[in-house]
């Protein structure tokens, strides 16, 4: 089984410029989510899909990030413009059932983009 | 809301000693509770979960946690390390009902000496 893949894996970019993650979760798993991890820092929510749904963008930092997921397959985060503070590792992770469920392992966390913004 | 503190930023031990990864949390409810550790340049991988019952959880790798509700402590212990768990290891809680975000601690690199 393929598990949770993320590209790119690394991406610098100069301030100002747009740049969009793209998120491709593991068949079949309708939860999707992202976070991000600055540098030294915890590991925060952004949001979390449900299918192609929406179901909780609390943790979006302000208007210039916006996710989609397509038809409920792969999902995309685009940061535009990009700002120095938004340097770092952007997460991603499925999951098929709940994380508190006994049945399963909690959410498969991709191996993240390392986002540098210069 | 909820939050986690993961006092030590970096733990070096010698290999084969024992370790103890500290974590305690806050909340105004019952939590889940997780570990997480992330081995260089991959993604992070549940080690071990609290949801109820036994207070002992054991995880992969021998790595165990102990849930003290009275401390609000999650701590993860291994009684011999080897090189290979050198990584950073996440504290992690979320509100019951299984689809709630998790809230990570800021993380705590384990360095193994040989």
């Known amino acids: 089984e393929a598990g949770v893949t993320q590209f790119p894996s690394h991406s610098v970019i100069e301030k100002g410029q747009t740049v969009t993650l793209r998120c491709d979760p593991i068949s079949g798993h309708d939860n999707l989510y992202w976070y991000r991890r600055v540098m030294g820092k915890e590991i925060k929510f952004l949001l979390h899909?449900?299918?192609?749904?929406?179901?909780?963008e609390s943790g979006m930092p302000n208007n210039r990030f916006l996710a989609e997921r397509t038809g409920g397959t792969y999902s995309t985060l685009k940061v535009q413009p990009a700002e120095l503070e938004d340097s770092g590792v952007y997460f991603c992770?499925?999951?098929?059932?709940?994380?508190?469920?006994?049945?399963?392992?909690?959410?498969?966390f991709g191996s993240g983009t390392r986002l540098t913004v210069v | 809301a909820q939050s986690v503190t993961q006092l030590d930023s970096q733990v070096p031990v010698f290999e084969e000693a024992p370790v103890e990864l500290r974590c305690n949390y806050s909340?105004?409810?019952?939590?889940?509770l997780f570990w997480y550790v992330q081995y260089p340049n991959q993604g992070l991988q549940l080690l071990l979960k609290y949801l109820s019952g036994s207070t002992l959880v054991k995880g992969i790798n021998g790595f165990e946690a102990e849930f003290n509700k009275s401390q609000t402590s999650f701590h993860l212990r291994k009684p011999s390390v080897h090189i290979s768990d050198t990584a950073e290891y996440f504290c992690?809680?979320?509100?019951?009902?299984?689809?709630?975000?998790?809230?990570f601690g800021t993380g705590t690199k384990l360095q193994v000496i040989p």
């Open positions: 992690a809680v979320s509100p019951p009902g299984g689809y709630q975000k998790v809230t």
């Open positions: 909340s105004s409810v019952s939590v889940y």
């Open positions: 899909f449900v299918k192609e749904s929406k179901q909780d």
């Open positions: 992770a499925s999951s098929q059932v709940g994380t508190g469920s006994p049945l399963g392992d909690g959410y498969t």
